[in-house]
């Protein structure tokens, strides 16, 4: 059963509604007045709209109990620049990440014709930049579980994504007195080289043949320093390791414990690995909407992390992330988005949500009759 | 419905299938995208890319 609510009380295309957004600065923990515009402007297109506890702007359209999820995130990296539309392209911070998506999300909810017993909830997350994930751990502690969730990240407008490598940060430091450089004892800096270099030989042991990429543990070294006061010399590395699937955060503090030596260790856990169900509603409608856009469907994993690593273990349903934009451009002073790829990634998302929420109707539908 | 698989011939029943869902060969485990349903018509599932960001 199809109702017929898809008035519209502004139409806006999803490159205009992009344009307004990019031109509020919205760095993370400064998003308020984005936020409120943007829910300003999902009013306007005839959702509902609220900052939540998190001061995530959501968007609501439908009011039925099966709900499809549309998480993107509203903060930016810094580094604010001049709005402009050149050769069909919008330039703007966060017009690729995650504003370009968004956007998208806003606009394809808004045109998608949806059953009595769907609701799709845009959720404009807030701080998905930063270490705190403030906007989607507000959710997992206060939403309810979704039916369905799309991530708003760039993975171009013909291709989804279903998995992010997980994260974990650490620092190493070591102490002690100073030592003579023509000694036996080996320098702190030194001392700390060779605990970086078990590292790496540890990361390589774990791949084995493999190449660096999904399916590998890979260590960054971040920063090193060294210093000294005459008494006492130290080193500090700052350092991070990329998770594949399988690799626990948990699993990997253990091992780079192990490697410490003399040196403390200091970890944070930004997020575990996490992978998609392939088989899933949600996917089979994107690969027949994406086909109908006249290419071929394609899918990828990312090296990096999103919300899904955090939302994905814990509401355990039907997900992937999508987006248009090219993730090369995330965070760079040369962020652009092709008004092209917007307005494709739109149509291609409204029919998602219109077969999806059909899917999931039907299937409900079905439940209730066999009892 | 009886599926053929396009890339060993295996042959395999399945309850009901919809245009671009990903199923398995059971027999050699090969990814198929539905690409039709009436007639069946079957493609191999893209490989996945790997990409950066975020």
């Not at chain 1, 009011?63 to 709005?83: A, Q, R, Y």
């Not at chain 1, 690799?247 to 040196?263: H, M, R, V, Y």
């Not at chain 2, 698989?5 to 869902?21: K, N, T, W």
């Amino acid at each position: 059963m199809i109702d017929q609510n898809t008035e519209q009380t502004t139409p806006v295309t999803t490159a205009e509604l992009l344009r307004g957004l990019v031109e509020i600065p919205s760095p993370s923990r400064e998003e308020g007045p984005a936020v409120e515009w943007l829910c300003q402007q999902m009013e306007s297109l005839g959702m509902t709209a609220h900052a939540d506890g998190a001061g995530n702007a959501i968007g609501i359209k439908g009011s039925g109990p099966i709900e499809i999820m549309l998480l993107g995130h509203i903060d930016t990296v810094p580094g604010f620049f001049p709005v402009e539309v050149v050769d069909g392209a919008l330039y703007g911070r966060g017009s690729v990440d995650a504003k370009g998506p968004l956007a998208t999300f806003v606009v394809a909810t808004a045109q998608a014709s949806l059953p009595d017993d769907v609701q799709v909830r845009v959720v404009g997350a807030v701080e998905e930049e930063v270490m705190s994930s403030r906007g989607a751990h507000w959710l997992i502690d206060n939403a309810d579980r979704p039916d369905a969730v799309i991530i708003g990240e760039p993975s171009g407008w013909d291709a989804i994504v279903l998995g992010y490598k997980g994260s974990v940060s650490f620092i190493y430091k070591i102490e002690q007195g100073m030592a003579h450089s023509a000694g036996k004892e080996a320098s702190a800096g030194q001392v700390a080289v060779d605990f970086w270099n078990r590292v790496t030989d540890w990361c390589s042991q774990q791949n084995g043949e493999l190449e660096p990429g999904f399916k590998t543990v890979d260590a960054t070294l971040n920063s090193f320093n060294t210093e000294s006061d005459g008494l006492t010399a130290s080193a500090v590395i700052r350092g991070n390791l990329r998770l594949p699937p399988g690799l626990t955060p948990d699993e990997a503090i253990e091992a780079i414990s192990e490697l410490s030596g003399e040196g403390d260790l200091e970890f944070t856990v930004n997020a575990p690995a996490y992978r998609c169900e392939k088989r899933t509603p949600l996917v089979s409608a994107f690969n027949a909407s994406i086909r109908q856009a006249g290419v071929t469907p394609r899918t990828k994993v990312k090296t990096g992390t999103s919300d899904m690593n955090l939302v994905g273990p814990v509401w355990n349903c039907p997900m992937l992330a999508y987006g248009p934009g090219d993730s090369q451009l995330d965070h760079t002073p040369n962020e652009h988005v092709m008004i092209d790829d917007l307005e494709h990634a739109t149509q291609i998302l409204t029919r998602v949500l219109e077969r999806v929420a059909k899917t999931f109707s039907q299937a409900k539908s079905e439940a209730n009759t066999n009892g | 419905m009886t599926i053929t698989c396009p890339e060993c011939g295996a042959e395999f029943q399945l309850d009901s299938i919809e245009v671009g869902e990903i199923i398995q060969c059971p027999e050699c485990g090969v990814e198929l995208e539905v690409l039709e349903t009436d007639p069946v018509k079957l493609a191999l599932a893209p490989d996945e890319e790997e990409d950066w960001g975020e």
